[in-house]
């Protein structure tokens, strides 16, 4: 089952929520609340509504339990900008972009596997044997 959610008009420029929502991708529930919750980025608060809107989705609406889900997929779009105007030298002006960002979250149920079976198995891939030789 997927569950979405969707915040629009963010004021905050699609970089800066891009950086946020590539650290949360892929992660449990829990973990990408954990995440947000320590970064210190701006665009960490409204990833993290987000976040929260869509696992009351999945609660309220599906029935779902938090502990089963993970971040299928976020994105952060574009919005329109803002555009205003800054004086400079001898009479001028220029122009100030102030975006806005579009943010949609998936979550997906899925099994929940030991998570420190997954680390074990991550640094088996990591470590290599090596045969020891010894010199006579």
């Known amino acids: 089952m997927e569950v979405k959610a969707k915040a629009s008009y963010i004021r905050i420029s699609p970089r800066k929520v891009r950086l946020v929502v590539d650290v949360i991708r892929g992660l449990s529930v829990a973990r990408a609340r954990q995440q947000l919750r320590v970064m210190n980025k701006a665009a960490a608060r409204p990833v993290l509504k987000l976040l929260e809107s869509a696992i009351a989705n999945a609660e309220h609406n599906f029935h779902l339990s938090s502990e089963q889900l993970f971040v299928k997929s976020v994105a952060a779009d574009s919005g329109p900008t803002l ?37 074990e198995r991550i640094e088996k891939k990591k470590t290599k044997k090596v045969n020891k030789t010894v010199k006579k």
């Open 83 to 119: 555009r205003r105007w800054t004086p400079k030298a001898f009479g001028r002006s220029a122009p100030i972009r102030k975006r806005t960002t579009h943010i949609s979250l998936s979550l997906i149920e899925q099994a929940v596997t030991n998570e420190s079976a997954k680390k």
